[in-house]
């Protein structure tokens, strides 16, 4: 199985500030990997595909980048609505795997 | 406007079974893979089992941790999924979401609609 890991854990910084969440996989897994938001008591929602392509009505502050093994996630002026955990996926193989999160928090 | 809504969810005894509903709509419920992605309380995501398209006979993926005790199925009258859960273990006790792959002439697709969960509880 591919593991994936994100770093840091959790992070807490101020509004306005640039934010950045990594994301390493065990194997290379080409430009496979996804990023998702999870609000407290919500479902995660869809933020970036194929390593750095937003969805549709993402918000351009936030970007991503990487491939192969490491990869990036990077909100370049954290807002309120931000506060969330941030979870990374490859859907290179089975079994799909995810990150264990990254919880961003307001300073 | 693209809806995933999940059923079916509560209290269970370890050994027992239930049945999860995700109910689709806005989309060509055939031309989609869905998936099921469960997290249990205060923890990370988990995918635990896909169920592909038409064009690729509906075949199923599972984890290592629920193959052998979950199916998963779907009734194209109804366009839904379902997750039948047998000999459940207190380990399986998470909120369950349905998850829809996004679709296009390649192979490799991520998530892009998620439904709101529903809570199974798995304890004696």
């Known amino acids: 199985d591919i593991q994936m890991t994100q770093s840091p854990s959790s992070l807490s910084a101020s509004v306005g500030d640039r934010v950045t969440i990594t994301c390493r996989a065990s194997?290379?897994?080409?430009?496979?990997l996804a990023w998702y938001q999870q609000k407290p008591e919500k479902a995660p929602k869809s933020l970036i595909y194929?390593?750095?392509n937003l969805q549709s009505g993402v918000p351009s502050r936030f970007s991503g980048s990487g491939s192969g093994t490491d990869f990036t996630l990077t909100i370049s002026s954290l807002q309120p609505e931000d506060i969330a955990t941030y979870y990374c996926?490859?859907?290179?193989?089975?079994?799909?795997?995810f990150g264990g999160g990254t919880r961003v928090e307001i300073k | 406007e693209v809806r995933l809504v999940e059923s079916g969810g509560g209290l269970v005894q370890p050994g027992g079974c239930l049945r999860l509903?995700?109910?689709?709509?806005?989309?060509?419920?055939?031309?989609?893979?869905i998936d099921w992605v469960r997290q249990a309380p205060g923890k990370g995501l988990e995918w635990v089992a896909r169920s592909r398209d038409k064009r690729n006979g509906y075949s199923t993926e599972y984890a290592a941790s629920v193959k052998g005790r979950f199916t998963i199925s779907r009734d194209e009258s109804k366009d839904s999924v379902y997750l039948q859960m047998n000999s459940l273990k207190t380990e399986d006790t998470a909120v369950y979401y349905c998850a829809r792959r996004s679709s296009g002439s390649g192979s490799y697709y991520p998530f892009d609609y998620w439904g709101q969960g529903t809570l199974v509880t798995v304890s004696s």
């Open positions: 194997q290379g897994i080409s430009s496979w």
């Open positions: 194929a390593a750095s």
């Open positions: 509903s995700c109910a689709a709509s806005g989309f060509t419920f055939s031309d989609h893979y």
């Open positions: 996926q490859q859907y290179d193989s089975f079994p799909l795997t």
